[in-house]
């Protein structure tokens, strides 16, 4: 059974780092592309970062170009997100996700991904 746990979400301020980590069973990490995404109040879920299977490529949402960065650790199992510079509109909750048969061109559509964590909440004031 498949298992995706975010945690390291939290409140800062403007400017302040946070790291996120997804814990994962059930699943290779580098046998599936893995992913961030997060949701605002009454927003849609957005892309956010993308690690691609096998390779290890990045991929960054525009809004987070140069500020945040997705790793892995194939020996935990565990994918990150470190955030740096946060901004006030990076609030949201931040999710994590794994699929093994994405295609490039359907990487940021988040219907097209199997495995979902629950989210982690972050939350940045000014």
């Known amino acids: 059974q498949v298992q995706l746990v975010e945690s390291g979400g939290g409140s800062v301020q403007a400017g302040a780092s946070l790291r996120l980590s997804c814990g994962t069973s059930g699943l290779s990490s580098t046998s599936y592309t893995r992913a961030w995404f997060r949701q605002a109040p009454g927003k849609e879920r957005e892309f956010v970062a993308a690690l691609w299977r096998n390779t290890g490529r990045t991929y960054y949402g525009d809004s987070v170009k140069g500020r945040f960065t997705i790793s892995r650790d194939n020996a935990k199992n565990i994918v990150y997100l470190q955030m740096n510079n946060l901004k006030p509109e990076d609030t949201a909750v931040y999710y994590c996700?794994?699929?093994?048969?994405?295609?490039?061109?359907?990487?940021?559509?988040?219907?097209?991904?199997?495995?979902w964590g629950k989210g982690t909440q972050v939350t940045v004031s000014s």
């Open positions: 996700a794994a699929d093994k048969k994405l295609v490039l061109a359907s990487m940021t559509t988040s219907l097209q991904y199997d495995y």
